[in-house]
């Protein structure tokens, strides 16, 4: 038979999905029926199907290799019981810009046997909502519940069209079991026809005005999150850099996005930072917070705001004092910027000559300060800042480091100094817990051949941060599809990010006094972290403790060569202040 389940499964292919990561159910008897078939007859370019045992870590999964690859991927769940078990998830691919689509079955909508598909089972009453979309839709770009097997593929590639075009993104469709059981006739779509919508430029009087501005500012800068997304608009950036002497802020929206060897590299902040208030020319380039106006505002009336969404249209508060904003990609932006640039540098060589020796000056003051925050501590205690620069000397040199340090993170990768677009991702988000499947998602799609060969992945994440990850079920995957990672989880003994967001509202109220047992933050005593993976994988896992620089040196090197060998790793690293 050729139903509408194994069409699904067909358009996959032909859209050029290559994973597709599945938490099955009772609503999916046709879509087995498809896998099965999809199987045994070795049908060409059918996705890899990865079992996933949480719906969290199965959209986790597919936002790491949607990341990696630029390819939507797709999830499949278990009506509405499994769409709610998404979880933070959505909020992660939504905020994190992924094009990633959902589909989930519906209870049947026939009860006396009218059509095949029809109710067989207790939980198909209690499972059937009413509007099972809107568990999910403000996240999404594009929802619909498939109504009929004869047009399914055109209604996926309008769901993809809109998950691939800017700004990109989940999208979810659903349809019941009588729908997904249809016989139908073979078909196939024009794939010409189905495309994104092509990036945009600015206009020509755009570029001329902000190349003059730029070109005559003492002190412009560039603040953007996602420009990494695009390999090639980090190199337009880089490039942008060599000509004038901008400084460039990375907020890290979910990607590395400037080269920390760069003299204009700012390093990595969010919501305040200094030159955010002493630039004379602000573009803000791909990027949702470049400030936050209770921290820190820019004092010049000279700010353009770029963006593939500048109006932010999921964020119902949002605005900040642009001169003009356009919606534009960053590629093609920083393109005309340096085309339109480079006919104007011959009178500026020798003033910019002297600002490029400012930037190189205070480069180098801020790396000599990162070095000292870095050194180990006289009483052998661990600090997250020691953590990540020991790391950095031990990985493989094109190691990808997946980040969820939160609290933690700017220490991390002050100190991490990745340079090459791609090595650098975090959620962007929200949602704690999407290193796990994320890891996993990115190993995944770096991988080309023997789970040893691939590139090497690190995820750096804060303890409560692991726990929300799903261990369990992310670990049990690492071993059983063989996706070696390493983890380590930073153990400063609790949830410190609410004991921060307190102190910036009451800076001397009680929350200013209170220990972290009193703000129900502490975790204490703390869970065995090394060996909950090491359970959730059958054993087949390495684990380890540092408590001071001694043991986590020796245990580093042990845990990096464990997953050179094909083995995951979790190495869980006690900072100072955290007790035992």
Known sequence: MYTASFAFFEMLAEAGVTHCFVNLGSDHPPILEALVKGRRENTPNFPKIITCPNEMVALSCADGVARVTGKPQAVIVHVDVGTQGLAAAMHNASCGRVPVMIFAGLSPFTQDGEMRGTRTEFSQYSQDVKDQ??????????????????????MMMRALQFATSDPKGPVYLCAAREVLEEEIEPYHLDMSVWGPVAPSSLPESAVEEITHSLIGAQNPLFITGYVGRNYNAVRELVSLADKLPIRVLDTLGSDMCFPSNHRSCLGLGYGSHPWVTKADVIIVLDCDVPWIPTLCKPTT???WHIDVDPMKQQMPLFYISAKSRFKADAETVLKQLNKAIAGHLTAYSTTYKSRFEILEEEYQERLADLSKVAEPRADGALTSAYVARKLKGVMPKDAVVCLEAVTQTVAVVDQLQMTEPGSLLNSGAGGLGWFGGA?????????????????????IVGDGTFLFSVPSSVYWMSMRYNIPFLTIVINNKGWNAPKRSALLVHSNGLSSTASNDELYIEFD??????????????????????????EFNGLLKEAVEAVKGGTSAVLEVVVFGTGS
């Open 525 to 550: 005593p703390s869970p065995d972290y090394s060996g909950i993976a090491k359970a959730a994988a059958g054993g087949k896992l390495w684990a380890g403790k540092a408590k001071n620089v001694t």
């Open 439 to 459: 890891a996993l998602g990115i190993k995944l799609a770096l991988d080309n051949g023997p789970p040893n060969v691939g590139r090497f992945v690190a995820a």
């Open 133 to 154: 979309g809107a568990i999910v839709r403000q996240y999404c770009r594009y929802d619909y519940e498939v109504k009929t097997g004869k047009n399914i593929k055109q």
């Open 301 to 303: 009336t000279a700010i």
